[in-house]
């Protein structure tokens, strides 16, 4: 499975942004992982396809995961963004092949 992740940039916290990410072969679960600079990959949200989805305490309330439903694309609503949301975030998908990983793409939040 070969992933297309696009959004992301720089915004002012409280701010918002969407990202989108789009997958090449049938996919199970989709969702987005993020990486702050000298910390771990932790996951941010996922859903699969019966439409079911899990957040990071940190981003519930604040993010939206959505998509997977008919199409093997997902996407992540970002809201009232803080700067601890600053990080690469990446795309992940796992499907009967296994589990792929987007390219990565950078959310900055800075005023």
């Known amino acids: 499975v070969q992933l297309q992740a696009s959004g992301g940039g720089s915004v002012q916290p409280g701010g918002s942004l969407r990202l989108s990410c789009a997958a090449s072969?049938?996919?199970?679960?989709m969702g987005w992982y993020r990486q702050a600079p000298g910390k771990r990959r932790e996951l941010a949200a996922t859903?699969?396809?019966?439409?079911?989805?899990q957040y990071a305490d940190s981003v519930k309330g604040r993010f939206t995961i959505t998509g997977l439903n008919g199409r093997n694309t997902v996407y992540l609503r970002m809201n009232d963004l803080k700067p601890e949301d600053t990080a690469v975030y990446y795309c992940?998908?796992?499907?009967?092949?296994?589990?792929?990983w987007g390219q990565g793409t950078q959310v900055t939040v800075s005023s």
């Open positions: 859903i699969n396809r019966g439409g079911s989805t």
């Open positions: 992940n998908a796992n499907g009967f092949s296994g589990s792929s």
């Open positions: 072969g049938t996919v199970v679960i």
